[in-house]
């Protein structure tokens, strides 16, 4: 297990940008692969973007070419770069790490996009 700590949500603009940061409380070096989810209000929560060990990605249909998932292994950190935000992109974001036997969750950090 490890704990994640979400931050870097908040208001924007249609149009705008943000950039999420999980940090994990120890090396993520071993984690095959850490994601971001997200869940709109009323809605059920959904992946978002993957990045494994080996640096490979992917993303929802819904975010591509807009969001950009990064890691960090020196600072133990995931990243979520969101450019052109939509009102639609409203939600909370949730940082995962598929550690074993059961993967660990943050608690989240609330993006609102405005129109």
């Known amino acids: 297990q490890v704990q994640l700590v979400e931050s870097g949500g908040g208001l924007v603009q249609a149009g705008g940008s943000l950039r999420l940061s999980c940090v994990a409380s120890r090396s993520i070096l071993g984690i095959n692969a850490m994601r971001w989810y997200r869940q709109p209000p009323g809605k059920e929560r959904e992946l978002v973007a993957t990045?494994?060990?080996?640096?490979?990605?992917n993303y929802a249909d819904s975010v591509k070419g807009r969001f950009t998932i990064s890691r960090d292994n020196a600072k133990d950190t995931v990243n979520l770069q969101m450019n052109s935000l939509k009102p639609e992109d409203t939600a909370v974001y949730y940082c995962?790490?598929?550690?074993?036997?059961?993967?660990?969750w943050g608690q989240g950090t609330q993006v609102t996009v405005s129109s």
């Open positions: 990045i494994t060990r080996g640096g490979s990605t």
């Open positions: 995962k790490a598929d550690t074993w036997p059961v993967g660990s």
